[in-house]
C-alpha cells in the first residue's frame, strides 16, 4: 500500500519526448502558469480570456468573433464542438482515415445522432473529389474531419472542404488537435465552421486546454439552442427554439456566453490552463506562423530522411504526411518495445508506439512544439542508431545524422 | 481591434481572493504544475497518476480504489458521475438548497434522465427525514446533494444518506467542490458512492481539475455500460449489457481504464494539472486534515464574529454555516458592487457578488484553503469597515479585528 505521507515534491525525470505528443513544454508556458490566479470576473482575468480570444485567431486562421478555450483536455474540445453543433437524429458525413474519424464517429453515436463515412485506408488520405460525391450522396448537416491524424500520421487536405458544405447546406467542423501551431489553419480560407485544437502537440504546451473557433453560422445554429441553466438564467433570457444540447459542460452557448459580454457564470474558468494557451500562443505568433510551420516541415523532412538513411521504411503515404509525427515500420525480427525502453532508459528519450492495425508494426516519432528542433532530431536519430544495433539490427552506421543534417537545411 | 503581438508576459495584480472561490492557489501548487511534462505512459507518468489515486483517498475519506481526477473544472466532474452513473430513463432523487442543486436537476435533464426534489429555502439545508421520505416515496435510482453550496453558503449534513440510500437500492452522489480539503469528507462513513470536488475552493490550487471517488458498487453499475471506442479497444474487449454511457470524454468507465491497470488511451491526461492536484494532497495531508477543518473552522468564526460586530446581518441558518464562505446582508442604502469595487481598487481584495435570489442582496466572503488564514480575514475586515464608512455607511470603528481575533483564538 503506498503511503502518501512519503511521497516526495514532484521531480520528474529530464525526458526528451519525441513520440506523437505530448511533448516537452516551452519552459515560457510553464513559467507563465505560475503566475498567481485571478477572480472569475475580475477585470484583468476576463481581459486575459479577450486577449486569449485575440491570440488564437491568427492561430485558426480566422476572424471568427468566438475564439477561445474549452476547459479540458483535446477531446474536451471534439466533443464540446459535436454535441453542439449536431441535432439528435440529424446525420454527420465522417472523413474517416485514422483512429480520430473513428472518434468522431464514436461521439455521434453517443450524443444521438447519425454518421456516414468516406473512407481512406490507414496510411491515406480521402480524395476530395470522394467527399464531394458523399456529401451529395448523404446531404449530411456537419462534415467532420480530423486535420493531422496521428495514428496514422496522414494530414487530410481540406482546401475546398468549405465549398463542398456550402454547396450542401452543411457546416464542417475540423479536429486539429495534432496539428494547430505546426502546421498550416486557415479556417477562414477552408471556409470551415468550428475547429478545436489541444496544447501538448505543436503549441508546445500541457494537456488540459483545447482552443476552438466558431463561426458566425455556426454560433447561430448554437445559439438556437440556448437554454441558460435556471441557476445563473438572467431574469430576461429568453432560450432559444432548437433542442437542449445534451451536456451542460459542453455547451457552447453557455461557454460562448461566458466569454462575451454577458459573462453568464457558468464553469469557473481554469485559469493556469488559460495563462499557459494564452503563453502557447504568445510564444507561437512571436515566432511567426510561416516560421514555425517551416521549422516543423524541416523537422519532419530530417526525421524522414534519417529514418530512411538507416535503411527503415516509413509508413504512409508520402505526399500526405503530417510534418511533425512519422511513421516508420519496426524492422523484421526486432521487438519494438525492447527499442523503446532501451530509447527511455538509456537516452531518456521517449518515441512512440501505434494503435490498432499499426499496433506492434510501426514506432512513431514527433518533433513538435518546442521539440521540432534539429538538435532534438539529430539525437533522437543517433540514439535510434544505437538501439537498433545494440539489439543486432544492422543499420548503416553514422548514416542517419548527416542525412538529416541535410534535410533540415534544404527545407529551412 | 487587439493587436495579440503587442501582449505583454503574464502579470497579474497580487490580489486577494477572498470570495466564494476560485481563490489564490498555495505557492508550492504553482511551483509544481512548473515542472515538465512526461509521456502519457511513461512509467513515471503512471506513478504519478498511482499517487495522485493514494494521496487523494484520505482526502474524500474513502479506501475506494477508483479515486482520480477528471480532466476539466468542477463541473466537468459532476457531468462525469452523473452522465456515467444514471441511465436516460431512470430517477434520480436531488437534494435541492440553492443553486448547485439546480445545476444537477439541470444535468440530469440534459442527459435524459429523470428527477424528483426534496427541497429547503435559500438559506437553510434539508432535513435528513425529509431525505428519507423523499427516497422511500420516489425510490430513486441515485440520490445526489450538493455538499456545501457556495450560493447559500450552507452546508447540508450528509451522516445518514448512504444508510437511507441502502435502504431504497440508490446509489448515492454529491457535489463537494466547495468543501472539499476545508470541511470533513468522509465517503465511507457517510456510505456515499461517488463524491467529486474541484481544485480551486479549500484545496488552494486552480479550476481546471476535479477529483472524484467512485465506490465500488457505482464502478461496477458504470462497468456494466462499458463501451470502449473502436479505435483503442483490445480485440478481446467485451461490451458491457448496460446502455453505453452518453458522453466519450465523461464516460467514467474509460476513464477508470485509463487509470487502472489497462491503462486504456483515452484522454491524455493533463499532466501540469495532475502535478497541481498532486501537490494540492500533498500540502493538505502535510498539514493534516484535522488541523485544516480545524483551521477553516476558525477562519469562518473569525470572519462571522467579524462582520456582526460591524454590525451587519449574516445570511442563513446558523447552525449549518460553510465555515469557508460566509453570506452577510448588504446594508440598506449601501450599493454592494461599489463596495466591491473599492475593496479591489484600494485594497486589492476580491470578495463576492451573488446569485439568482440573492443577488444585489448578499456578499459572500470566502477564507479558504491557503486564504483561510487569520491575517488575511482580519486585512479583509480591517478593508470591508474602511470601504463601509468611506461610503457613508457607519459602522462602530476599529470594532471588527478585535471581534474577528478572538473568535479565531477561540476556535483553534
Known sequence: MLDPLLFGEIDPPQRLLMGPGPVNAHPRVLRAMSADLLGQFDPEMTEYMNQVMALYRPVFGTANRWTMLVDGTARAGIEAALVSLIQ????????????????????????????????????????????????????????????????????????????????????????????????EIAADRWGVDVITGGLQKCLGGPSGSAPITISDAAADKIFARRHDEKGIRAADAVDGQGPRIGSNYFDLAMVMDYW?????????????????????????????????????????????????????????????????????????????????????????????????????????????GYNAMKHKVLITLAALEACLNAQGCQTPMGAAVPAALAAWDDAQ
Open 88 to 183: 439528435p437524429g440529424e446525420t454527420a458525413l465522417v472523413v474517416n482515415f485514422g483512429r480520430f474519424g473513428l472518434l468522431l464517429q464514436e461521439i455521434l453515436t453517443r450524443i444521438g445522432a447519425r454518421f456516414e463515412t468516406v473512407d481512406a485506408p490507414w496510411g491515406e488520405v480521402v480524395p476530395m473529389e470522394a467527399i464531394r460525391e458523399a456529401a451529395i450522396r448523404h446531404r449530411p448537416a456537419l462534415i467532420c474531419s480530423v486535420h493531422g491524424d496521428t495514428s496514422t500520421t496522414m494530414a487530410q487536405p481540406l482546401d475546398g472542404i468549405g465549398a463542398i458544405a456550402k454547396e450542401v447546406g452543411a457546416l464542417t467542423y475540423i479536429d486539429a488537435t495534432a496539428t494547430i501551431g505546426g502546421m
Open 260 to 368: 462575451g459580454e454577458k459573462r453568464l457564470n457558468h464553469h469557473t474558468e481554469a485559469t493556469s490552463m488559460l495563462y499557459g494557451a494564452r503563453e502557447c500562443a504568445r510564444v507561437a505568433l512571436g515566432e511567426g506562423l510561416e516560421a514555425r510551420y517551416r521549422r516543423h516541415r524541416a523537422a519532419g523532412a530530417a526525421m524522414s530522411a534519417g529514418l530512411r538513411a538507416m535503411g527503415l521504411t516509413l509508413f504512409g503515404d508520402d505526399a500526405h504526411r503530417m510534418t511533425n509525427v512519422t511513421g516508420v515500420y519496426i524492422p523484421d525480427g526486432v521487438d519494438g518495445e525492447a527499442i523503446r525502453t532501451a530509447m527511455r532508459r538509456d537516452f531518456e528519450i521517449e518515441i512512440g508506439t501505434a494503435f490498432g492495425p499499426l499496433a506492434g508494426r510501426i514506432w512513431r516519432l514527433g518533433a513538435m
